[in-house]
Nanobody, 123 residues
Framework: QVQLVESGGGLVQAGGSLRLSCAAS????????MGWFRQAPGKEREFVAS????????YYADSVKGRFTISRDNAKNTVYLQMNSLKPEDTAVYYC????????????????WGQGTQVTVSS
């Protein structure tokens, strides 16, 4: 069992930056690849980024590639999402999730989810 708690969301102007954190409970954090997803009002949840257990490989949605960076610190049981050059269309609730897959953009592959943190980007 893994419990995930996101933090770091907030209100930022377009072009600004935020860093989201996701703290995991339990001693098995390094056994899971991690992902970030987001859901805007009235829209389907969409994949943002994923990272392997070791942090050696990452995968991004085209919409955030070059602007967002996913990373993890297994010693701190934490995964991060650094978001730069934010756009109003990045406004959403952001969720972190854990998967037994090596790397996945498919939400159905993720077994554990956090409660989400709101990110709002004003124009």
């Amino acid at each position: 069992q893994v419990q995930l708690v996101e933090s770091g969301g907030g209100l930022v102007q377009a072009g600004g930056s935020l860093r989201l954190s996701c703290a995991a409970s339990g001693r098995t954090f390094s056994s899971y690849a991690m992902g970030w997803f987001r859901q805007a009002p009235g829209k389907e949840r969409e994949f943002v980024a994923s990272i392997t257990r070791s942090g050696g490989s990452t995968y991004y949605a085209d919409s955030v590639k070059g602007r967002f960076t996913i990373s993890r610190d297994n010693a701190k049981n934490t995964v991060y999402l650094q978001m730069n050059s934010l756009k109003p269309e990045d406004t959403a609730v952001y969720y972190c999730a854990a998967t037994a897959y090596r790397l996945s953009a498919t939400s159905e592959h993720y077994d554990y989810w956090g409660q989400g943190t709101q990110v709002t980007v004003s124009s």
